[in-house]
């Protein structure tokens, strides 16, 4: 059986779409893994996620870089950056996350914009990460000590920076598209685009259309800590 896992990504604050979203998938019990800004993360956040120990078994976090700052990270991490550079931003996001949420964060690396190179690699491997989660892999996950999760099926869609509709039916034939191909399929969203257009609507058909492909038992849905 093939499995899929959710993503979503620029999580820093407890905004109403990330609120909805997630009470929903809990309340569907279907797992998703929320890709925390460090350096962004506000207090009433913590304490929300913090809140929902009780249902950590259908959500984790996982680390989105350290500022996604277009200019610390965009344009630098991923153009053969300084190994220490990069080491030292991403230990500082590292070691915050895991002291705000030991019972929930997972040694996963989402780089911003899918943007990394070897020395990112390394330098996550050094730091204790267990996964990168990306669009591409360039690197042997026996000789980095880590392991590779493709994410490479995105719901939302822009033009020059603005988020557009969600192009449901597109995305469901991409996703049957990779779970043809992959063992593990990797989907993942913004959920800050939600307030535009319907696409909070869109998400949610999409959603029930992956939880009717596990009803019939040809994926299985996980968060990135089962995998690891």
Do not use: W
């Amino acid at each position: 059986m093939r499995v899929l896992y959710l993503r979503d990504d620029d999580v820093f604050e407890k905004d109403k779409c990330l609120e909805f979203v997630f009470n929903f998938l809990i309340d569907k019990r279907i797992k998703c893994s929320y890709s925390v800004i460090p350096s962004l993360i506000k207090s009433e956040l913590i304490a929300f996620l913090n809140s929902n120990l009780k249902n950590k078994r259908y959500f984790d976090i996982v680390q989105h870089g350290y500022s996604h700052s277009e200019n610390a990270e965009r344009t630098k991490f991923g153009a053969n950056v300084d190994f220490n550079f990069q080491k030292k931003f991403i230990a500082k996001g590292f070691d915050k996350l895991k002291k705000l949420f030991p019972e929930l964060f997972c040694a996963a690396y989402v780089p911003p914009f899918h943007n990394y190179d070897l020395n990112t690699v390394a330098a996550s491997s050094e730091l204790g990460f267990k996964a990168i989660s990306a669009s591409r892999k360039i690197f042997e996950e026996d000789r980095y000590k880590i392991k590779f999760l493709f994410c490479d099926v995105n719901l939302n869609e822009y033009k020059n920076g603005v988020s557009l509709p969600i192009d449901v039916s597109f995305v469901k034939k991409l996703t049957l598209e990779k779970i043809k191909k992959r063992e593990v399929v990797g989907v993942y969203f913004h959920h800050s685009t939600f307030s535009k257009y319907d696409n909070m609507k869109r998400f949610l058909d999409y959603v029930d259309f992956v939880e009717k492909l596990e009803e019939k038992g040809i994926i299985k849905l996980k968060k990135i800590s089962d995998l690891i």
